[in-house]
């Protein structure tokens, strides 16, 4: 019998968390570090997340279940980027408390519209100014950390660093503090809401973001075509979707040494997410304006929540 299962009810917590912010301030990074393995996938370039994801995190008689959203920003001139938002701020409907990450003392416009949304989201708000570990002058805080209190009085303001994991214990006791009392929505030992086929879609993705972020923003998606076990070996066969010809040839690369590299680097990250053999094949597909198209979004799995 697990721990949280012999803990009484009446002892038990349970609630939703969102994780938001502007693009790259860190928040797929300190959802990570906080469940102690990678779910969300990150990198260096803005809008890395696309969808909404659940981390969940079973601890003693408390469950945490952490809502990890696309950054919100003001540019959202298509779909994909309108789609991201409202996820993002939909989350803020149904949660018990918000994690609103910021970068450092650095405020932006995007920042100011996530206040926005948070300020209405009428449950308690958590402040984290996360990546304090690359400033050298840790007195430079002071004035942002005035700043917040005064923008959100009601708020708490937790200092970090997701990367290198430094005050996340009082992160989490501050968020387990403020959780409802109540039976657990999970089973202790589930650690998301989503398929393995959608995880391994992700890290794919990732791989293509991280190599070529700047040829290839977001206008690359994934679809998973075979999901099937064979013997020891799991056989997966995907599809990434471009908008041009040109994406398509950057991806590919020169005699597919680019596609062949991402393709090498995901199945690594996949065998080690699923614990297993995997044989990982990659086509490139040009599917023109997917990503200003609501119909085509939703075909390939950008619901709204």
């Not at 996360?130 to 002058?137: A, R, T």
Request: proline share 4%; net charge positive.
């Amino acid at each position: 019998m697990t721990e949280s299962v012999a803990e009484p009810q009446a002892k038990l917590r349970c609630g939703y968390v969102a994780i938001v912010g502007r693009p790259n301030v860190g928040k797929s990074t300190l959802l990570n570090y906080i469940l102690g393995q990678k779910l969300s996938i990150t990198s260096r370039k803005p809008q890395t997340t696309q969808h909404t994801l659940l981390g969940i995190k079973s601890v003693g008689s408390t469950q945490t279940i952490y809502v990890d959203t696309p950054g919100i920003h003001g540019n959202a001139k298509k779909a994909i980027n309108r789609h991201m938002n409202r996820n993002a701020k939909n989350a803020l409907r149904d949660v018990d408390v918000v994690v609103f990450v910021t970068d450092r003392t650095e405020w932006q416009s995007d920042d100011e519209i996530t206040a926005a949304a948070v300020r209405n989201s009428k449950v308690p708000v958590i402040i984290v100014i996360n990546k304090i570990d690359l400033l050298k002058d840790k007195s430079l805080l002071l004035p942002q950390l005035a700043k917040l209190q005064a923008l959100m009085p009601g708020a708490d303001i937790v200092p970090l660093s997701a990367m290198q994991g430094d005050n996340l214990e009082k992160l989490e006791s501050i968020i387990t503090d403020k959780l409802p009392k109540g039976p657990f929505m999970f089973p202790d030992d589930q650690i998301t809401d989503r398929s393995e086929r959608f995880l391994v879609a992700e890290i794919i993705r990732e791989k293509i973001v991280r190599q070529l972020g700047e040829e290839i923003p977001y206008a690359a998606t994934i679809q998973i075509e075979r999901f099937t076990t064979v013997g020891k070996i799991l056989h997966i066969d995907a599809l990434v979707l471009v908008e041009r010809d040109g994406q398509k040839a950057i991806i590919i690369g020169k005699s597919g040494d680019r596609l062949k590299r991402i393709g090498t680097e995901a199945r690594l990250d996949i065998e080690e997410l699923l614990g297993q053999k995997v044989m990982l094949k990659l086509w490139v597909k040009v599917k023109s304006g997917w990503s200003d198209d609501e119909r085509a979004l939703k075909s390939l799995g950008y619901d709204d929540v």
